[in-house]
């Protein structure tokens, strides 16, 4: 009834719209109003009260709760379903439990902050309260386990684009799924997957995308390589619309996967990448490669050319630019 009462205040904005009218469209009493336009209150929304005129929305809070997100939301199924959490420890730990309670395809869960946000290669997430965009997307594809990995490429080049596309940042991709600018990584994506031999259970795709954060308030370890939207563009940014053309493009692009298959998702991937065709040094789990980053095969493993003229296939690990 709270969405309710929000839905018919934005239809009237800039307008008043009187507390008799609610209760007559919403079928509710005065008090019931009144109750709901304080949680709203509480919820940070700027609501004017005035007798005889009503009530007027006069500003929206810069969080990004499910119906927020969905105004003015044009995606089918990606981000249909929102669970919100002011805090969590990680989206894609909660996504995982919300998979196992029926969570539906294309559902999202967003935090305002994460207290134990996981990064690749068992790394931690930073992920400061009300300053970036972080999230998780539930899906359900059916393809094999060993096309799984393609979907991180898949999320960075929507991810990347969307984000172009919103601030004319130039952001890049460095194999295989960070977004860089200027050579510093402002988003980072962890895919998860339960499967079976032949089939996808599931996927849990998480995203965290610095916005907006000072510099300083990255954390130490990071703030020589890592950057932000805010930093980059000059300006704070509105978190929802980010997200908002993030779950457009990436519906579009994970249905074209799905369609068309990867070397459509490869070719932009490719167009869009900054570790491509440049001396590297490829972190493995137990080894670290030096050489140059030739191309991406057809099932997004790095080719990497090694000082000694062999070709090293690489399926996961870390690039660093050696520039
Ligand atoms: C990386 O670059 O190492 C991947 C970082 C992935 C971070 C996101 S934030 C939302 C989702 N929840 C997590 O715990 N991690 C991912």
């Known amino acids: 009834m709270k969405r309710a009462v929000l839905r018919l205040l934005k239809e009237f904005q800039p307008e008043f719209v009187s507390g008799e009218d609610i209760c007559k469209k919403l079928d509710v009493t005065r008090t019931a109003v009144w109750k709901h336009i304080q949680t ?7 609501i004017d009260a005035r007798p005889r005129a009503g009530y007027s929305l006069v500003r929206v809070p810069d969080r990004l709760y499910a119906e927020e997100i969905l105004d003015g939301l ?3 199924f990606f981000g249909q379903q929102v669970y919100y959490y002011d805090s969590v420890s990680s989206t894609n730990d909660m996504a995982k439990e919300l998979v196992r309670q029926g969570a539906r395809d294309g559902s999202i869960v967003v935090a305002e902050e994460q207290t134990g946000g ?17 999230f998780s997307v539930i899906l359900y594809p059916s393809v094999n386990p060993s096309e799984a990995s393609q979907m991180t490429m898949v999320t960075a080049v929507a991810l990347a684009l969307a984000v172009r596309k919103k601030t004319g940042v130039p952001v890049g991709i460095k194999w295989p799924n960070d977004l860089l600018v200027g050579g510093r990584k402002i988003c980072g994506i962890l895919t998860e997957m339960s499967a079976e031999l032949d089939k996808i259970d599931y996927l849990v795709v998480g995203a965290g995308l610095n916005v907006n954060q000072e510099l ?7 703030r020589d390589i890592a950057t ?18 993030m779950l457009e493009e990436y519906e ?27 001396p590297v040094r490829v972190h493995t789990l137990n080894k670290s490669w030096e050489g140059w980053a030739e191309d991406v095969d057809y099932d997004g493993a790095l080719l990497l050319r090694l000082p ?3 070709l090293q296939r690489l399926i996961v690990g870390d690039v660093s630019l050696r520039v």
């Open 308 to 310: 000694d003229g062999g």
């Open 74 to 76: 044009n995606s089918k």
């Open 40 to 46: 709203l209150r509480e919820d940070g929304y700027g």
């Open 118 to 134: 996981k990064g690749r290669l068992g790394r931690k997430w930073h992920s400061p309260k009300y300053k970036d965009v972080c």
């Open 252 to 278: 579009q692009w994970y249905q074209l996967w799905l369609e068309q298959g990867f070397p459509v998702v490869l070719a932009k991937w490719k167009e869009l990448s900054v570790s491509l065709h440049c």
């Open 228 to 245: 932000s939207l805010k930093v980059e563009a000059g300006a704070d940014l509105a978190r929802v619309d980010l997200l908002q053309a």
């Open 216 to 222: 300083i308030e990255l954390p130490e370890e990071v």
